[in-house]
C-alpha cells in the first residue's frame, strides 16, 4: 500500500504531466490549425495558476513554506516559454514583467542572507574547525556553525545541504572514517546490505541515460537538452554524496543519545531517556498509511526491500530532520544494523541505566 504522501506525489506527477502533455501537443497537431491567439491564455492559465493551485494543494500545503509557490509559477513561466509558438505570447508580454517583480523581490532577500553568509566565511570555517562536536557529521558541524553566525532561514538549511553534498560527492573519497568522540559506540548499517551497489547501479544507468538522452533532447530543443544534463548530473553528485555519507556516517551511541543518521537525506538525535520501548520487529512489511507518516524509517534502500531488525518507540514526539531543513514529528523509529546483537544490548544498557537512575531519583 503506498503511503499518503506517496500517493501525493503520484497524483501530483500525473496531472502535470497531463497539463504539460496537453499544452505541447495543442501546439504541434496540424490538425488544429489555425490556432487562436487567445489559446495561449489558456496555457498561461495552466502553467502559472493551475500548477501552483496543485502543487500547494498536493505537496506544500500543512507542511512546506507558502513562499516556494512564486518559484512554482516561475517555473510554469519558463515552461511556457519553451512551450508556446513565437507570436503567440506577444499580447501577453505583461504577464512577464510581473512574475519577475515579484521574483525579483524575493531573490533580493535571499540575496542579502547569502551575501551575510559570504562576509562571514572566515569566521564560519573557524566555528566548523574549533567547535567541539559530539557527534562527527560533517552536515550536523556545518549546519552549527552556520547558525553560530547567520539567522535561521530556509535558504540558510538549504545551503547547509548543498555544502554538504559538494563535500561528501566530491572532497570526502580520500576520508576513511570520521573521527568519532570518547565514550560513544558505532554501529555500521550497509556492509550486509546491497545498498552501495544499488547506488552504483542507478549511478551507472544515470550516466548512459544523460549521454544518450541529452543527444536525443539537444535535435529537437537545445534549451531542454541543457536543463536535462544538468538535472541529471545534480542526481549524480546526490548518489555519489549518499554512498559515501552511508559509509562515514554510522549510527552512533553515547549514554545519554542515540544518533541515527542515514546517508545525506535525514538525521535523528533522540535522547535515551526519550526511549519507551526498543525490541526486535515482528511486525507487517507494509504499514499503514497514519503509522508511515510517524515512522522515522532508517532501512536503506536496496534490490529488494528488507524488514526492520528494531523498532524503537519513544514517549513523546522525536523531530526528525531532512535534507534542505524539512522537519517531520515521529514517535517511533524502524533500523537494521550490520551487528544487531552488539546494537541490542549496548542500546538495552543504556536504557535500563536512565531508567534506574531515574528510579533513584
Not at 525490541?279 to 534490490?303: C, I, M, Q, R, W
Not at 526492520?308 to 535534507?323: D, L, W
Request: overall charge positive; aromatic content about 14%.
Amino acid at each position: 500500500m503506498f503511503t499518503l504522501r506517496k500517493t501525493r506525489w503520484l497524483s501530483f506527477g500525473v496531472l502535470l504531466l497531463f497539463i504539460l502533455a496537453s499544452n505541447v501537443l495543442i501546439y504541434r497537431f496540424d490538425a488544429l490549425a489555425p490556432l487562436p491567439k487567445e489559446v495561449a491564455l489558456g496555457s498561461l492559465i495552466d502553467l502559472i495558476i493551475l500548477l501552483p493551485l496543485i502543487t500547494y494543494f498536493l505537496i506544500l500545503r500543512k507542511r512546506h513554506s507558502l513562499k516556494y509557490l512564486p518559484l512554482v509559477a516561475l517555473a510554469g513561466y519558463a515552461m511556457a516559454l519553451l512551450i508556446i509558438p513565437d507570436g503567440f505570447l506577444a499580447p501577453y508580454s505583461f504577464v512577464s514583467y510581473i512574475l519577475l517583480i515579484g521574483e525579483g523581490t524575493f531573490i533580493m532577500v535571499e540575496l542579502y542572507i547569502a551575501l551575510k553568509i559570504i562576509t562571514k566565511l572566515p569566521s564560519i570555517i573557524k566555528s566548523f574547525r574549533t567547535a567541539p562536536s559530539y557527534i562527527p557529521s560533517f552536515s550536523y558541524r556545518m549546519e552549527q556553525a552556520l547558525r553560530q553566525h547567520v539567522a535561521p532561514s530556509r535558504l540558510l538549511d538549504v545551503i547547509s545541504s548543498e555544502i554538504t553534498m559538494l563535500y561528501y560527492s566530491l572532497f570526502s573519497w580520500r576520508t576513511k572514517q570520521h573521527q568519532v568522540p570518547l565514550n560513544t559506540q558505532t554501529f555500521t548499517y550497509h556492509k550486509k546490505t546491497s545498498a552501495i551497489a544499488f547506488y552504483i547501479m542507478v549511478a551507472h544507468g544515470l550516466v548512459l541515460e544523460s549521454v544518450g538522452f541529452h543527444f536525443l533532447l539537444h535535435s529537437w530543443n537545445e534549451a531542454i537538452a541543457i536543463i536535462s544534463l544538468l538535472l541529471n548530473l545534480y542526481t549524480l553528485l546526490f548518489l555519489l554524496a549518499e554512498m559515501r555519507a552511508i559509509t562515514l556516517c554510522p549510527f552512533m551511541m553515547t549514554d545519554e543519545h542515540l544518533y541515527l543518521q542515514v546517508g545525506i537525506r535525514k538525521q535523528l538525535i533522540v535522547p535515551i531517556d526519550e526511549i519507551k520501548s526498543f525490541h526486535y520487529y515482528d511486525g507487517p512489511e507494509k504499514l499503514s498509511k497514519n503509522e508511515s507518516s510517524h515512522l522515522f524509517d532508517a532501512v536503506l534502500t536496496d534490490f529488494t526491500r528488507e524488514k526492520p531488525t528494531f523498532e524503537i518507540e519513544f514517549h513523546t514526539p522525536q523531530e526528525a530532520v531532512s535534507m534542505y531543513g524539512f522537519k517531520k514529528k515521529i514517535t517511533k523509529a524502524h533500523l537494521r544494523v550490520d551487528e544487531p546483537e552488539a546494537f541490542f544490548q549496548s542500546l538495552n544498557k543504556y536504557v535500563q541505566e536512565v531508567n534506574d537512575r531515574q528510579m533513584n531519583s
